[in-house]
């Protein structure tokens, strides 16, 4: 898991509520990700920011939020907007000229009812 | 559309045993290729990466090739142990200027039993 901390491990909320998923690193990494991981499909990548500040949506975007306003931190906003937030998401990072080599975090299961 | 298929979707094999895994992919222009171990509930963590002049790369008993020409790729395990008990994604990076854009496949579920 490296340098990269996800909390909680497991959410449970109801429908309706948003709900905040932390991601922090201490490896200095500039680039941050956040993946949605659903059984029988590869990750998909719903928001990577490059900088402090900045963040660019993926494929799938809708329903989600993040912020960047600090280097270490990218916490992901899972929205009411959200139709199937029930998934197991991941967190990672890299340097900025080696996207490609990411490094992922342990991980949060939420489960929406 | 870029794509990453994995084969097969499962494997039980027995402990010492040997396996291979396979990865076909459509991504286009290639970058970079990684292999890496899921265990379940846990983050993927790398075994390997290739680019496009490597066409093999070893980390102790995991072993990985790339076929840049058929865009394939395998991972073989050698001397299986209970602890590679796990999934194995294979993740092909797009060079794409800037940045590297992956595509992940759905992975391979490994079960090493006694």
């Known amino acids: 898991d490296g340098g990269i901390t996800q909390s909680p491990k497991y959410l449970f909320r109801k429908e309706g509520q948003n709900v905040t998923l932390s991601c922090e690193q201490n490896l200095n990494h500039d680039a941050m990700y956040w993946y949605r991981q659903d059984p029988g499909q590869g990750l998909r990548l719903i928001y990577y920011?490059?900088?402090?500040?900045?963040?660019q949506k993926g494929d799938i975007a809708e329903g989600y939020s993040v912020s960047r306003e600090k280097k270490e931190s990218f916490p992901l906003t899972v929205t009411s907007a959200q139709k199937n937030p029930t998934a197991f998401y991941l967190c990672a990072s890299s340097m900025m000229d080696r996207s490609y080599e990411q490094y992922f975090g342990p991980g949060t299961r939420l489960t929406v009812t | 559309k870029n794509q990453v298929e994995q084969s097969p979707q499962s494997l039980i094999i027995l402990e010492g045993k040997n396996c291979t895994l396979q990865c076909n992919y459509t991504v286009s222009p290639f970058s970079n290729l990684r292999w890496y171990k899921q265990d379940t509930g846990r983050g993927p963590v790398s075994l390997t990466i290739?680019?496009?002049?490597?066409n093999t790369k070893s980390n102790g008993r995991y072993t990985a090739t790339l076929d840049a020409d058929t865009k394939q790729s395998s991972l073989h395990i050698t001397a299986s142990q209970l602890s590679d008990s796990a999934s194995y994604i294979c993740v092909v990076g797009e060079n794409t200027g800037t940045a590297s854009k992956l595509t992940f496949g759905t992975g391979t579920r490994l079960q090493v039993t006694l």
């Open positions: 290739m680019t496009f002049s490597e």
């Open positions: 920011s490059q900088i402090v500040n900045d963040f």
